[in-house]
Nanobody, 124 residues
């Protein structure tokens, strides 16, 4: 499975961005899709994930209420709508695909395939 993320850029604090991640080479609808991010000098961290059917989503506490993850299985695409951005959201955002059990959805080891990342920079 190949993943291509896009949609990053420079935005002012309080602004919004929507990231997209297109999958190819696999059966997209059978994978849980996750978003992780890595800020400069920090370890990669979980952001959000959406299960196969799209009916179950999970978020980190730091983005809950501001970010929304969604998917379109017809387009093999997962989205991350990011609102009320703040400088602490600055990071490279990676999408990932896998079949993690419920207890693993927030962890990198739950995902087998990773995109190259897209940079989000939030200015104050």
């Amino acid at each position: 499975v190949q993943l291509q993320a896009s949609g990053g850029g420079l935005v002012q604090a309080g602004g919004s961005l929507r990231l997209s991640c297109v999958a190819s080479g696999g059966t997209f609808s059978t994978y849980t899709m996750g978003w992780f991010r890595q800020a400069p000098g920090k370890e990669r961290e979980f952001v959000a994930t959406i299960r196969v059917s799209g009916g179950h989503t999970y978020y980190s506490d730091s983005v809950k209420g501001r970010f929304t993850v969604s998917r379109d299985n017809r387009k093999n695409t997962v989205y991350l709508q990011m609102n009320s951005l703040n400088p602490e959201d600055t990071a490279v955002y990676h999408c990932a695909a896998g079949r993690p059990i419920l207890s693993s959805v927030r962890y990198e080891y739950g995902y087998n395939y990773w995109g190259q990342g897209t940079l989000v920079t939030v200015s104050s």
